[in-house]
Structure formats: structure tokens, C-alpha cells
T-cell receptor
Framework: AQKVTQAQTEISVVEKEDVTLDCVYE???????LFWYKQPPSGELVFLIR??????QNEISGRYSWNFQKSTSSFNFTITASQVVDSAVYFC?????????????FGAGTRLFVKA | EAGVVQSPRYKIIEKKQPVAFWCNPI?????LYWYRQNLGQGPELLIR????????DSQLPKDRFSAERLKGVDSTLKIQPAELGDSAVYLC?????????????FGSGTRLTVV
């Protein structure tokens, strides 16, 4: 069975601090896909990144970076030099290839507060 | 291009009343999903459509929930009768196919409060 754990319920930082959001996943499938979504106060989930299980390269996009480590089943998300606009709930998600990629399981989310 | 459109944005009803939510996915997206998001939790899949066919409704509480996507475009999710525990945000999402490189596109959701 697939499972996503985001142990941090809430994180509060001061603007310009770096912050890392943790994500640990469980799956029996050898091929799977990991995602991060952002949910601002407006409510819609905004896709940030997808990572395939066979691609362990870390990724950087502007102030965002992702660290995928299969050995520890983790897919952590770091925001560098955080800004107030980064305040949102962030969800890590997992989709197994044996479901055709259609069954996406979400973690409980981490609420990030960035104070000015 | 318009995103996934949902209405209403908010709904407050008394328990035992019926309620319906509407979703218009991104044009050309064959796959449509309804998710329920309880307070402080991640979204949970209720039903997935491929065009007009419900291909995964295993987590839909069929005694009171129903959904349809008659022409393979927009979709309606209904609850009848609503219970207090149905209070949640109902999210609609669409995608251009499995394993889209861009994940799902979500609507802003309908926040349902049952009193």
C-alpha cells in the first residue's frame, strides 16, 4: 500500500530564512512518481514538481529545490530565502505506476508561515 | 486559458438536505477527478472519470454520493442526504492523461458546511 508522511504540521520562519519541508513515502512498486503541490489561501492546489522513481537527480527551480533519496524514501522540498508569498500549505504526493499513475495519494500537508 | 472551474465556491446547508457541486475541467482534458479534503488533511480521491466513464469510484460512498459526467466534459457531484461529517472542501481536478508531466490541474474547490 502507498503512504505519504509529512511529519511537520506547521512551520514558521522569518522572511529570507531557508526552510525544508520533509516528505517520507512508502510504496511496494518499483516505479512510482512523486509530486509537490502548493495550496495558497485561495484553495486551489498548484502543481510544483513531478519526479520519477528512476530519476534521482535533484532539481532546482529558482528558490525551490528538491532532494529525492530512494535509500531513505524521502523527497524533501527546500525554499531558499523564503518570502511572505510562500506562505501556504504544501502537499507531497505519490502515484504508483501499477495504478497507471492515476491513483495519487497525498500527505496531510505542511502549513508554512513566512513572517515579514 | 481558463483553469478548472468549480461552483459554488461556498455552500452551507442543513443536514439531510441535498447538495450538488459542478466542475468544468480544462478543455481537452479527458480525465476528471473529484477529491474531498477534510480540514487539516490532504485531498482524498472520491471518483475518477475517463471521458464519461467512471473508471474508479471505489472510494465514493455510494449510499449518499453520486456523480455524473454525461458528455465527457463538465461533471456534477451530488450528496443526498448530507450529513454533518460531509463538511469539507470538494476539489475537482483534471489532467490530459496518466502521468502528465504537469500533474493535475485543480479548481479552487467548493467549501461545504453542513449544520
Amino acid at each position: 500500500a502507498q503512504k505519504v508522511t509529512q511529519a511537520q504540521t506547521e512551520i514558521s520562519v522569518v522572511e529570507k530564512e531557508d526552510v525544508t519541508l520533509d516528505c517520507v513515502y512508502e510504496t511496494r512498486d518499483t516505479t512510482y512518481y512523486l509530486f509537490w503541490y502548493k495550496q495558497p489561501p485561495s484553495g486551489e492546489l498548484v502543481f510544483l514538481i513531478r519526479r520519477n522513481s528512476f530519476d534521482e537527480q535533484n532539481e532546482i527551480s529558482g528558490r525551490y529545490s528538491w532532494n529525492f533519496q530512494k535509500s531513505t524514501s524521502s523527497f524533501n522540498f527546500t525554499i531558499t530565502a523564503s518570502q511572505v508569498v510562500d506562505s501556504a500549505v504544501y502537499f507531497c504526493a505519490l502515484s504508483e505506476a501499477n495504478t497507471g499513475g492515476f491513483k495519487t495519494i497525498f500527505g496531510a500537508g505542511t502549513r508554512l508561515f513566512v513572517k515579514a | 486559458e481558463a483553469g478548472v472551474v468549480q461552483s459554488p465556491r461556498y455552500k452551507i446547508i442543513e443536514k439531510k438536505q441535498p447538495v450538488a457541486f459542478w466542475c468544468n475541467p480544462i478543455s481537452g482534458h479527458n480525465t476528471l477527478y473529484w477529491y474531498r479534503q477534510n480540514l487539516g488533511q490532504g485531498p482524498e480521491l472520491l471518483i475518477r472519470y475517463e471521458n464519461e466513464e467512471a473508471v474508479d469510484d471505489s472510494q465514493l460512498p455510494k449510499d449518499r454520493f453520486s456523480a455524473e459526467r454525461l458528455k465527457g466534459v463538465d461533471s456534477t457531484l451530488k450528496i443526498q442526504p448530507a450529513e454533518l461529517g460531509d463538511s469539507a472542501v470538494y476539489l475537482c481536478a483534471s489532467s490530459g492523461g496518466a502521468l502528465s508531466n504537469y500533474g493535475y490541474t485543480f479548481g479552487s474547490g467548493t467549501r461545504l458546511t453542513v449544520v
